[in-house]
């Protein structure tokens, strides 16, 4: 992960803590290397979270195959994950699938459609119907699945996974319901050495983060700041729970 599109940058030069961030990033490349599930917490605003989503599923020019499951985020904030279709090595239509998952389900591609948003033509749409969350898990497993299939060679971190949100799932089925579903998904992510990210935009002190969190690899906690102190208007910082890991905050 060290020189991938979702590495965070590093701490100053004079910062103490220059060694622990270079322990670090070997550890993210040993997460790269087996597979690996992400939970993109904070109390902050979501434009910044689609902004970390795009991030994580990966940037235009290298060949990716994702799988984008979504509960409450429109269509403008979908397309705002995806890259730029004239640039990918190969059309959207071919390496993405989508996963509407609303608590009312109504089409995010024809949705764009009557809202401009031409990103997400001639991708693959799936509206799950079945309210509970089975529904949702067999069809990220299925499309977890096919992804690989369809993939000539599938090399560690081509596979990306992304869920937003999981607060209308934890709303309808509680914490043990949705952290066995993750589980499960996060097992079929790690069989293909894929990346899998799942946002929850509650602050990293809450019970459902550090409940959640538990069974991450990775947290990613995701924060507001003033760029005209800062330089820049959102910063993040890695938990790894496994490791008792911390980063300082860096530019997201």
């Known amino acids: 992960m060290a020189t991938d599109e979702y590495t965070p940058r590093g701490p100053p ?3 103490p803590s220059e060694d622990d961030f270079t322990t670090f990033l070997g550890l993210l490349n040993e997460l790269k290397a087996t597979g690996c599930n992400l939970l993109v917490v904070g109390d902050a605003p979501r434009e910044l ?5 795009a991030q994580l599923l990966g940037d235009s020019e290298v060949l990716r195959h994702r799988v984008l499951a979504v509960t409450d985020a ?9 890259p730029d279709s004239d640039v990918t090595p190969r059309p959207l239509g071919e390496t993405t699938r989508l996963l509407n998952h609303a608590s009312a ?12 948003v031409p990103e997400l033509a001639g991708i693959q ?18 499309a977890i699945e096919d992804s690989a299939d369809s993939a000539d ?18 709303e309808h089925h509680g914490v043990d319901v949705v952290r ?4 499960m998904v996060g097992g079929h992510v790690r069989d293909h050495r894929g990346m899998a990210h799942y946002v929850l935009p509650d602050a990293y002190e809450s019970d459902r983060v550090q409940s959640l969190g538990a069974q991450a690899d990775a947290i990613i906690e995701l924060r507001a700041v003033d760029p005209g102190d800062q330089g820049h208007d959102a910063q993040q910082r890695w938990h790894v729970p496994g490791r008792d890991i911390t980063t300082e905050w860096t530019p997201l």
Not at 105 to 116: F, G, K, L, V, Y
Not at 125 to 142: F, H, K, N, Y
Not at 180 to 183: A, D, G, T, W
């Open 125 to 142: 749409e799936t509206c799950i119907a079945d309210p509970e969350l089975r529904g949702l898990q067999s069809a990220l497993v299925e």
């Open 49 to 53: 979270f689609a902004r970390a989503s």
């Open 13 to 15: 030069d004079d910062s």
């Open 153 to 170: 060679v599938l090399s560690p971190a081509d596979l990306r996974v992304g869920v937003d949100s999981l607060v209308p799932l934890l």
């Open 180 to 183: 066995r579903c993750l589980e």
């Open 105 to 116: 389900p109504r089409s995010i591609t024809a949705a764009a459609d009557a809202t401009t």
């Open 74 to 82: 429109t269509p403008e904030s979908v397309a705002d994950r995806l």
